[in-house]
């Protein structure tokens, strides 16, 4: 009788048991922009369940059908690596004017405790028509005081804050001291602010150094904060803006032995590259769309940086901190096409934006190029994402899964056309 019972029982489990079998897809016939600074033409790309199996030339590559769940036809469309939006604020606010909504600043000037992580708000409604024009993955940054506290790399497709978390705390942001710009008593006065900070500032890390160091029961949430990117566990994103600034930055790195920084904007950057280089720093490039920094700059400055960057081997990637950030991050490809019209190949404006953003932020065993053993997370367009004119986003696949491309603003255009009865406006590539 027993016997007979624990049967029925796993009858019943294996009846009422959902079984996922793993897809394996080909995609061929694809224009395929690797992440590397490589383009396979024609490519194939074959998934098998959330990861990318193969991609390679079709070129002599005969296709079994029988060996995949389905094969999808890409001619005539190109494939890229799912865009890394580093340092913002997308999904840390839902209106900027609305003080309460504001999740990425906190009152004080020294909060390396304070995390973005659980804050992330995956139901933001900008994060669709982000997700839209191939940005899956986002820096989510905080901001204010000297140090701002702890970033993590989040996803744009998810439930909720744990289900987006692709690398939690991945890094320390610090808004380094400016040295003045000004003269006369003004810069008397600044200049002791200056002074001022920079103490402050050494006096924590000096702090901070000696408790990692300690083995004391005592706790103390702000310095233990600091002990990851003290050791090498975590990046030091150190905001910076000048020459001279970056110059100040690199001593201080050396004098407390900071194992990972990268420095976020630094306008002046293509000054300095042969200590960049020499020092194998990297850089997260100010937005492209911007104006000079002097009266005297050149009007192109901005479009010209990120060549100058690749001209000497600083590796860097493409960021879109600034007013409005959060929707300027769908304008992330578009600023790479800007600095590919000032001198940057094409194929190293996409490397900007996938494996060396991946690199950068340390999630690169996964993420920022399509190779084997690396997610299954990439998107589809009809023309050159870099080319406003041709970016048409087809489909987006998600560890795997085609997920949807539409937003709030394509259904409401859709509503109006409907309404006026406006003549059909392809929503799913222009």
């Given at each position: ?385 870099l080319d406003v004119k041709t970016h048409q986003v087809t ?36």
């Amino acid at each position: 009788m027993m016997t007979l019972r624990l049967r029925y029982i796993l009858c019943v489990l294996i009846c009422c048991t959902k079984v996922f079998v793993a897809q394996h897809i080909a995609y061929i016939n694809a224009d395929i922009h690797v992440g590397n600074g490589t383009r396979i033409y024609p490519g194939i790309l074959i998934t098998q369940s959330d990861t990318i199996a193969s991609v390679m030339s079709q070129q002599g590559f005969k296709i079994n059908p029988a060996s995949f769940d389905s094969i999808i036809d890409l001619s005539g469309q190109q494939v890229y690596p799912a865009l890394i939006n580093p340092n913002s604020i997308l999904g840390l606010h839902d209106a900027e004017a609305v003080r309460a909504s504001r999740d990425f600043e906190d009152v004080g000037a020294y909060n390396p405790h304070l995390r973005t992580q659980m804050v992330f708000n995956t139901d933001n409604p900008i994060l669709p028509t982000v997700r839209r024009n191939g940005v899956l993955l986002t820096q989510v940054t905080p901001r204010g005081g000297r140090i701002s506290g702890q970033s993590s790399i989040m996803a744009l497709t998810a439930w909720n804050w744990e289900d987006a978390t692709v690398l939690k705390d991945d890094g320390m942001h610090i808004n380094f001291p400016e040295y003045p710009q000004t003269s006369g008593d003004l810069y008397t006065k600044q200049l002791k602010q200056y002074t001022n900070d920079r103490e402050q500032l050494n006096r924590m890390f000096d702090q901070a150094r000696s408790y990692c160091m300690a083995s004391s029961q005592h706790v103390d949430i702000r310095l233990q904060a600091l002990c990851a990117c003290l050791k090498g566990d975590q990046r030091m994103y150190i905001h910076v803006h000048y020459a001279r600034d970056i110059l100040a930055v690199i001593n201080w790195i050396q004098m407390y032995q900071i194992p990972y920084p990268v420095l976020v904007e630094a306008e002046e950057a293509w000054k300095v590259t042969h200590v960049l280089k020499a020092h194998h720093i990297p850089v997260l490039l100010a937005r492209v769309f911007a104006l000079p920094e002097h009266p005297d700059d050149p009007i192109d400055l901005p479009f010209s940086a990120a060549s100058k960057l690749f001209m000497d081997s600083v590796r860097f990637a493409f960021q879109c901190a600034g007013d409005m950030e959060a929707m300027q991050a769908r304008n992330l490809c578009f600023m790479a096409g800007q600095a590919v019209a000032y001198g940057l190949p094409q194929e190293q404006a996409i490397q900007a934006m996938t494996l060396h953003a991946a690199e950068i932020l340390g999630i690169s065993l996964k993420w920022g190029s399509l190779a084997t053993g690396k997610k299954a997370c990439f998107f589809v367009s009809k023309g050159s994402i870099l080319d406003v004119k041709t970016h048409q986003v087809t489909r987006i696949v998600w560890n795997g899964n085609a997920i949807s491309i539409d937003s709030h603003q394509e259904h409401r255009a859709e509503q109006y056309r409907k309404k006026y009865k406006l003549q059909q406006w392809n929503t799913k590539g222009r």
